[in-house]
């Protein structure tokens, strides 16, 4: 929790005067134009906060178009954005924002209270009943300050609302009630550094500098967002000049954009955890559903061989779905490859000549994990055929518990902490949650009102013990996100907020002079 002292409000008041009027009033206008690679299609649904899902992938654009009212940022997790500032109650029952005067949206329309409290109750993505259920009330006694009110102490109030969710990021109240929320994804009002300025559906999103963002003014014009799903295409256009910025260069093309003098690899290890989740664990009649299976997938997976293959070894394996960067994080055994025992344990379970699994679900742009890794599991026995769907869709059915028979390769790169992970992926409820189990089900909301932080992890711990004893996943590693930049580029804000894959804050990235 954080709580700042009156010293601290007027210091920070302060600064945000000299950064924001003053440093508006002395920058240069923004100039030129910087084009992306965007390796996925681009749903206009990651265009408004209240469609945020427990994942990284919709702040590729959010960090552009939207503001917080506290988001992660460089240094600091847990910084204020739209709010300059906020406190705590002794009892934890309450929480104030004191929001910045005279920040705009993009049409004009003063950034209030009352968008802060329709944000949030408008917000239906990742935990919003969780979330919800536990605030009491909302109050805005004035235009700068928001009162949330909980029913019962929540040790993770804030990580839920300004960093695993998108309840936090706040949109004009007047406008979205005048043109729908259909209206809003044809024609998005934030209050970000970047305007829109047009979508054009699987080809390109193009926004434009707010010279009136009240931290910085951007220095870059113009930002375009090209979509090019293929990765060769990606680089062959990177290395034409037709882009700036590529997402997601790996393996040999990584190896070969390396060898280019005049262009820059940039690798971010990520808190983008994946995984290989089976859905079907649930059913008693389904292979699956016999520990031993999953525990033979497990063993048949050479992650590092994987990694070094796809990802130049970038990637970190942690063996957990929950990051390691996470506050409350428990560190599993190593992850161990060993194609002898998994062939063991799968005849014990009843399957001496392995199993069909049916369908591999994954995302497109991760195909080759998904190839990988049932070359690896085939070599044991586990047949399963590859189903790529293009991301948008693939996110959509596996939250709308689609893929209920087969196996999927699974990810998030959400900020939060080891609660709200496991809330999303874990606990009977989550937006991901095909089946649970109740004796980790019941420890959930044990935690959630504990106060004494050692308890409270003691609680946590034993929850991704058990989950890593039922071998719930089989974790690979948290994603190295392997990208290419263009002589054009000089800052390209790549690693600047720590966990963060994509670019951001935009308002840093700037042009060679």
Same mark, same amino acid.
């Given at each position: 929790?954080?709580?700042?002292?009156?010293?601290?409000?007027?210091?920070?008041?302060?600064?945000?005067?000299?950064?924001?009027?003053?440093?508006?009033?002395?920058?240069?206008?923004?100039?030129?134009?910087?084009?992306?690679?965007?390796?996925?299609?681009?749903?206009?649904?990651?265009?408004?906060?209240?469609?945020?899902?427990?994942?990284?992938?919709?702040?590729?654009?959010?960090?552009?178009?939207?503001?917080?009212?506290?988001?992660?940022?460089?240094?600091?997790?847990?910084?204020?954005?739209?709010?300059?500032?906020?406190?705590?109650?002794?009892?934890?029952?309450?929480?104030?924002?004191?929001?910045?005067?005279?920040?705009?949206?993009?049409?004009?329309?003063?950034?209030?209270?009352?968008?802060?409290?329709?944000?949030?109750?408008?917000?239906?993505?990742?935990?919003?009943?969780?979330?919800?259920?536990?605030?009491?009330?909302?109050?805005?006694?004035?235009?700068?300050?928001?009162?949330?009110?909980?029913?019962?102490?929540?040790?993770?109030?804030?990580?839920?609302?300004?960093?695993?969710?998108?309840?936090?990021?706040?949109?004009?109240?007047?406008?979205?009630?005048?043109?729908?929320?259909?209206?809003?994804?044809?024609?998005?009002?934030?209050?970000?550094?970047?305007?829109?300025?047009?979508?054009?559906?699987?080809?390109?999103? *193009?926004?434009?500098?707010? &010279?009136? %963002? @009240?931290?910085?003014? !951007? +220095? =870059?014009?113009?930002?375009?967002?090209?979509?090019?799903?293929?990765?060769?295409?990606?680089?062959?256009?990177?290395?034409?000049?037709?882009?700036?910025?590529?997402?997601?260069?790996?393996?040999?093309?990584?190896?070969?954009?390396?060898?280019?003098?005049?262009?820059?690899?940039?690798?971010?290890?990520?808190?983008?955890?994946?995984?290989?989740?089976?859905?079907?664990?649930?059913?008693?009649?389904?292979?699956?559903?016999?520990?031993?299976?999953?525990?033979?997938?497990?063993?048949?997976?050479?992650?590092?061989?994987?990694?070094?293959?796809?990802?130049?070894?970038?990637?970190?394996?942690?063996?957990?779905? *929950?990051?390691?960067?996470? &506050?409350? %994080? @428990?560190?599993?055994? !190593? +992850? =161990?490859?060993?194609?002898?025992?998994?062939?063991?344990?799968?005849?014990?379970?009843?399957?001496?000549?392995?199993?069909?699994?049916?369908?591999?679900?994954?995302?497109?742009?991760?195909?080759?994990?998904?190839?990988?890794?049932?070359?690896?599991?085939?070599?044991?026995?586990?047949?399963?055929?590859?189903?790529?769907?293009?991301?948008?869709?693939?996110?959509?059915?596996?939250?709308?518990?689609?893929?209920?028979?087969?196996?999927?390769?699974?990810?998030?790169?959400?900020?939060?902490?080891?609660?709200?992970?496991?809330?999303?992926?874990?606990?009977?409820?989550?937006?991901?949650?095909?089946?649970?189990?109740?004796?980790?089900?019941?420890?959930?909301?044990?935690?959630?009102?504990?106060?004494?932080?050692?308890?409270?992890?003691?609680?946590?711990?034993?929850?991704?013990?058990?989950?890593?004893?039922?071998?719930?996943?089989?974790?690979?590693?948290?994603?190295?996100?392997?990208?290419?930049?263009?002589?054009?580029?000089?800052?390209?804000?790549?690693?600047?907020?720590?966990?963060?894959?994509?670019?951001?804050?935009?308002?840093?990235?700037?042009?060679?002079?």
């Amino acid at each position: 929790m954080t709580t700042l002292s009156r010293r601290d409000v007027l210091a920070m008041t302060a600064a945000a005067a000299a950064a924001g009027v003053s440093g508006r009033a002395l920058a240069a206008a923004p100039s030129g134009q910087l084009t992306w690679a965007v390796h996925v299609s681009l749903s206009p649904t990651w265009f408004d906060p209240a469609d945020t899902q427990a994942l990284i992938t919709p702040f590729m654009v959010l960090y552009a178009l939207h503001d917080g009212v506290v988001k992660p940022m460089p240094g600091k997790l847990y910084t204020p954005s739209l709010a300059e500032s906020w406190t705590v109650s002794e009892d934890s029952l309450t929480y104030e924002f004191v929001l910045r005067d005279g920040v705009k949206f993009h049409n004009g329309d003063p950034v209030t209270a009352e968008d802060v409290k329709f944000s949030f109750e408008r917000y239906r993505g990742a935990s919003d009943k969780l979330m919800k259920d536990r605030v009491a009330s909302i109050e805005t006694p004035d235009p700068r300050h928001v009162r949330f009110k909980l029913k019962n102490p929540w040790p993770d109030f804030l990580t839920f609302y300004s960093t695993a969710s998108g309840a936090g990021w706040v949109v004009p109240k007047k406008y979205v009630e005048k043109v729908g929320d259909d209206g809003f994804r044809k024609h998005p009002i934030g209050a970000g550094p970047y305007k829109f300025v047009s979508y054009n559906p699987g080809v390109e999103l *193009v926004l434009e500098a707010n &010279e009136n %963002y @009240w931290r910085k003014v !951007p +220095a =870059v014009k113009r930002v375009v967002m090209k979509v090019i799903t293929d990765e060769t295409t990606r680089l062959a256009s990177l290395k034409a000049g037709e882009v700036d910025i590529a997402y997601s260069i790996r393996g040999e093309l990584a190896e070969e954009l390396q060898k280019m003098p005049e262009l820059t690899l940039k690798g971010v290890v990520t808190q983008a955890s994946n995984w290989i989740y089976f859905p079907e664990q649930w059913d008693p009649k389904s292979p699956w559903h016999d520990v031993r299976v999953r525990q033979a997938a497990n063993l048949a997976l050479d992650r590092d061989g994987m990694n070094k293959a796809l990802f130049l070894g970038f990637c970190k394996i942690t063996n957990s779905i *929950v990051p390691d960067t996470y &506050e409350h %994080y @428990w560190q599993p055994p !190593p +992850a =161990v490859f060993d194609r002898d025992k998994a062939k063991k344990l799968l005849a014990e379970a009843g399957f001496p000549n392995g199993f069909d699994a049916g369908t591999f679900w994954c995302d497109a742009s991760y195909s080759n994990i998904g190839e990988v890794a049932l070359d690896q599991f085939a070599q044991v026995g586990i047949r399963a055929k590859l189903n790529p769907v293009e991301r948008a869709g693939f996110l959509t059915a596996f939250g709308g518990k689609q893929y209920t028979k087969g196996i999927l390769r699974a990810a998030s790169g959400a900020f939060g902490n080891a609660a709200t992970r496991l809330a999303s992926f874990t606990i009977k409820g989550g937006a991901y949650v095909y089946g649970s189990y109740p004796d980790i089900d019941e420890l959930y909301p044990q935690q959630a009102v504990e106060l004494d932080p050692k308890k409270r992890y003691a609680i946590l711990e034993k929850m991704q013990r058990m989950v890593y004893e039922k071998s719930v996943y089989a974790p690979l590693w948290l994603l190295a996100f392997l990208n290419g930049v263009g002589p054009r580029v000089g800052e390209s804000s790549f690693g600047k907020i720590a966990g963060m894959p994509y670019t951001a804050p935009f308002e840093d990235i700037t042009l060679k002079a």
